[in-house]
């Protein structure tokens, strides 16, 4: 049978509904763009360029500024908007709306103090009658892709430094939580920046191809999935790529550790956000002479967690961002169960629901050990020597964090210069990130560095101005 194109047009979607992970209720609609509509976004984008670079930074620190008050007074009807489309926790929404104002205040400071350097020409022979400096120039346009699990934040790394830096931006928030970044979008607009510096595009998969290869884009940051990311890649032509590709963290713990506080940090770093961080802890490598004690504590810690309606200021864990991650998730854990791994807790589903769940004697061959598991899903392993232990930390081709307890500061730092990760956490889990310092993986797992310091760099470019005085 052929559909005419009457009826094709008919069902193409004009609008993404966004539901509630928890409960299913709509929480709001957006526009359903596609490759058709990449074009108008693009002129539009391009006025934006001119408008963005022509400000001086000054007013671009003052917008920034402004932006972040005007969120933090709003906190909580952020936090409200975080918790309905993307399921954390409130606490955990809450924390992610600080982190945002602070992204903010960061990207400020960048505008102002991060221009240039004088370069000291004279420092080298045949150049003394020279002198200069180079200053940092925009980019021009930057296209930021960005996940549903930090919906707010994650968008705030990426407009706060471009908009510093004097670019501007095509944002194409992830469809399952895009409300959160349209708001902070609002917000910045009513601190006063132009309407084209940042243009939202709300579509899917294919809303996306077409963005990643737009001709006038100098940049794509993305922070998504490895497969995404691959394809970004083969299509995207000659431009900056900058990339979060996730990671599988793991967390060496020494048998001379403060044990109590080692757990609790472990438990936090493995179920915050459900799991769904992409420096969450993934694989928790213990002492033998330890690991039996650290396991009855982790696991009674982990099962006194109260999973539930994330809006409840008592909930510890929410859902996952939908029935279909949390039962692949569940599938994932049955085929490590079925290969041979032990259950100690967890590994029960209801709905978006997925109980937090720990393993031991898991297969290094499944796709559990290997992969990014992004779910409430750890894995303990004991260990005897550090070189084993280290040897198994590195082993997966790509890495963000990692974590280690010890009380001994001269081993701590031995093991941090060996293991291959974009950061080495020191007596706290994998999941610890502050927002002023770089931010990326090791290996296979990312390109570039977030962070706003670092990504406002990335988002500019060096122009020198060297001066002749001739007759000197």
């Not at 001086?56 to 500024?65: D, F, K, Q």
């Not at 713990?253 to 506080?261: G, Q, R």
């Not at 730092?413 to 927002?435: H, P, T």
Request: charged share 25%; net charge negative.
């Amino acid at each position: 049978m052929t559909l005419s194109l009457m009826t094709l047009q008919t069902l193409t979607p004009t609008h993404i509904e966004v539901f509630n992970p928890f409960d299913g209720r709509l929480v709001g609609r957006v526009p359903c763009q596609g490759a058709a509509d990449v074009p108008a976004l693009a002129q539009r984008a391009r006025a934006g360029v001119a408008e963005s670079a022509a400000m001086p930074r000054h007013r671009r620190a003052r917008i920034l500024e402004d932006a972040a008050r005007r969120v933090e007074a709003e906190a909580d009807a952020f936090a409200s908007l975080i918790v309905a489309e993307a399921g954390k926790t409130l606490r955990q929404a809450e924390k992610e709306v600080k982190r945002c104002v602070n992204t903010l205040k960061l990207s400020a400071e960048e505008a102002r103090r991060n221009a240039g350097e004088v370069v000291p020409f004279d420092a080298y022979e045949g150049s003394e009658s020279r002198q200069g400096w180079f200053s940092r120039e925009p980019l021009g346009l930057i296209v930021a892709i960005t996940p549903y699990n930090d919906p707010l934040n994650l968008v705030a790394h990426k407009l706060g430094p471009a908009i510093a830096g004097g670019n501007a931006v095509i944002l194409k928030p992830s469809e399952l939580a895009p409300l959160s970044a349209l708001k902070l979008v609002d917000c910045l607009r009513q601190a006063g920046l132009p309407e084209t510096v940042v243009t939202t595009a709300t579509g899917g998969i294919e809303l996306g191809q077409a963005l990643v290869q737009l001709r006038d884009a100098r940049m794509i940051s993305f922070t998504g999935g490895f497969a995404t990311g691959e394809a970004i890649a083969r299509t995207a032509g000659l431009k900056k790529l900058a990339m979060d590709l996730g990671g599988n963290a793991p967390v060496l713990v020494l048998a001379d550790c403060d044990l109590l506080p080692t757990v609790e940090s472990c438990v936090s770093g493995a179920f915050w956000a459900a799991g769904q961080n992409c420096i969450g802890t993934q694989r928790i490598l213990v002492q033998r002479d330890v690991y039996v004690a650290f396991r009855e504590r982790f696991v009674t810690a982990t099962q006194a967690l109260l999973a539930g309606d994330p809006a409840c200021r008592e909930t510890d864990v929410g859902p996952m961002v939908s029935e279909q991650a949390a039962r692949r998730t569940e599938q994932r854990v049955q085929e490590a169960l079925d290969e041979g791994a032990t259950l100690l807790c967890g590994h029960r589903r209801q709905g978006s629901l997925y109980a937090p769940t720990v393993l031991e004697d898991v297969s290094h061959a499944s796709q559990l050990w290997q992969q990014e598991v992004f779910a409430p899903v750890v894995i303990l392993e004991a260990f005897d020597e550090l070189d084993e232990a280290i040897d198994l930390a590195n082993a997966p081709e790509y890495s963000l964090h990692a974590g280690l307890f010890t009380r001994d500061l001269g081993t701590a730092l031995k093991l941090a210069r060996r293991l291959e990760a974009g950061g080495v956490m020191i007596n706290d889990s994998s999941d610890y990130r502050f927002d002023a310092m770089p931010f990326g993986g090791f290996k296979y797992g990312s390109l570039g560095r977030e962070g706003v310091r670092f990504a406002y760099e990335e988002m500019t470019q060096p122009k020198v101005v060297c001066l002749n005085a001739l007759g000197e």
